[in-house]
């Protein structure tokens, strides 16, 4: 992710500095996008953030084949950058959350397996006339083709499986269109770096620049597009995720996270026993179980979802009370939580993963069991009021010196830390002590409830 963002930043200094030398060719080449903008603002009844208004006008000359590959993906990647930079990961992000169907689940995903997702052929720069098929067709009961439920009689509400921002929107989908995707829309979503593609829609209850959450409705499900509204064709949603690489928009198969999400209940499946589930504690503790995604030195996704951050009773409430304390003292900045109750089986997993290198003394034993294993550690950092988390001179399980908190002191003075990220860093350790909790030398995002001993006695391991 690092490295992405640097090139972000590079290909946008690169484009803008190329803006300028061209001068006024330039503008005269792209007066008709400042154009298509300006109406895409007049039609929102709002003027659009050019963040916004660039990607929906550079993703509708892509569709129409109005662009070169090589001018598209320069645009692309200005626009991906001007994106990441205004909607952060923490204050507009979140996981996919719930299923993008309301009263389906996972066995209405066409193909077994998942295996209609098929992104061989897939080029995004390619707009309506690309191969393959990367996405995830969910079928719904409309037997008579009327955009209605069997069940029900009523129309089928389409919702956002994450928090995100709405980049594009195309309605007015007609049957001689050669639009394969119809009525559409595309969210761009903070947290997974990347954008979420809703196609064969009918009505489309939002516009582009809304923000959206998780669970609300954004769409009804139709039959638009030249091969959707086919009798031959049951009615479905074609459900696609893109992640923002160096190469452009590159599809990833959402079928194991749509079959996590897509349960009768799928909150039966996360057991919380004598433990408190934070989000319901807090509105203002943020929950980013790096562990519960790849984003982590494992490289899986170790709990799969619906992701909850649980603590036994008094460490849970002691976050809370830490969380208080940082709002008083820095009015909108949040506790993040990277990690809270890790079962043991999760323990062995990670152990495995280091055993035997450099590296497992960053790890405990699960022989000797983890404190996380009761429930009564966190891992945590701070975001500021713009929801970017502050700089603590590494990354979160980053294995080295520049994690140790005893060794601040001896980096500082060769330069390796600077005196801002140890104030970061002091900062959090302030408001978790006066909360109750106790640091380690090792790792400056690791709390324990009390001292290790302590919580030994009074704590039982969660398996």
């Known amino acids: 992710m690092k490295s992405r963002r640097i090139r972000n930043r590079i290909s946008l200094l690169l484009i803008l500095f190329s ?5 006024g060719n330039k503008k ?21 953030p050019v963040e916004v208004s660039g990607w929906y006008t550079l993703e509708q000359e892509v569709l129409e084949g109005r662009v070169s590959h090589a001018e598209a993906r320069s645009r692309y990647f200005l626009q991906d950058s001007l994106l990441e930079s205004t909607y952060t990961k923490y204050k507009y992000g979140s996981k996919v959350r719930c299923f993008p169907l309301p009263g389906y689940s996972s066995k209405d995903i066409g193909g077994k397996n998942g295996e209609g997702y098929r992104p061989s052929g897939y080029n995004w720069f390619d707009g309506n ?17 009327d955009c209605r439920d069997d069940k029900t009689g009523k129309p089928i509400p389409v919702v956002s499986v994450c928090r995100g921002i709405v980049v594009s929107v195309k309605t007015g989908w007609t049957e001689d269109s050669e639009i394969r995707g119809g009525n559409y829309l595309y969210i761009y979503d903070p947290w997974l770096y990347g954008y979420y593609y809703y196609a064969h ?8 620049g809304d923000t ?36 452009g928009p590159q599809p990833r198969n959402l079928y194991t996270e749509l079959c996590a999400t897509g349960r009768e209940n799928p909150d039966a499946e996360v057991s919380c026993p004598n ?19 790849e984003d982590n030195f494992t490289g899986q996704d170790l709990y799969g979802a619906p992701d909850k951050c649980c603590l036994c009773e008094k460490p849970a409430r002691m976050l809370v009370e830490a969380q208080r304390f940082l709002t008083e003292k820095h009015p909108g900045y949040a506790i ?8 043991r089986s999760v323990q062995k997993i990670m152990w495995e993963k280091v055993k035997g290198t450099p590296f497992q003394s960053y790890v405990a034993d699960p022989a000797r069991i983890s404190m996380h294993n009761y429930g009564a550690a966190v891992d945590a950092s701070i975001v500021d009021t713009d929801g970017r988390l502050l700089d603590m001179g590494s990354e979160f399980d980053f294995f080295g010196e520049l994690s140790q908190p005893r060794l601040e002191k001896k980096l500082l003075e060769a330069g390796k830390l600077t005196e801002a990220q140890i104030a970061n860093r002091h ?7 006066k909360a109750g909790f106790t640091s380690i030398g090792s790792e400056w995002w690791h709390f324990n409830a009390g001292e290790k001993e302590e919580i030994r006695r009074n704590y039982t391991v969660i398996e």
């Open 212 to 247: 959206v959450t998780p669970g609300q409705q954004i769409a009804t499900l139709g039959r638009t597009g030249k091969n959707a509204f086919q009798a031959r064709s049951p009615t479905h949603l074609h459900l696609m995720s893109l992640i923002a690489t160096a190469k």
């Open 129 to 145: 006339r690309h191969g393959g098929h990367p996405a995830q067709d969910i079928f719904v009961n409309d037997t008579d083709r």
């Open 275 to 293: 433990a408190l589930d934070i989000a319901a504690l807090s509105e203002m503790i943020i929950v980013d179980l790096k562990y519960s995604q």
């Open 19 to 23: 803006c300028i030398c061209c001068g």
């Open 427 to 433: 900062l959090l350790r302030e408001i978790m002590e």
């Open 28 to 48: 005269k080449e792209t007066g008709a996008v400042e154009s298509k903008s300006d109406s895409l603002s007049t039609a929102a009844g709002r003027n659009l």
């Open 336 to 343: 993040v939580v990277f990690d809270c109750l890790r079962p």
């Open 201 to 208: 829609l009918d009505s489309i209850k939002v516009a582009a």
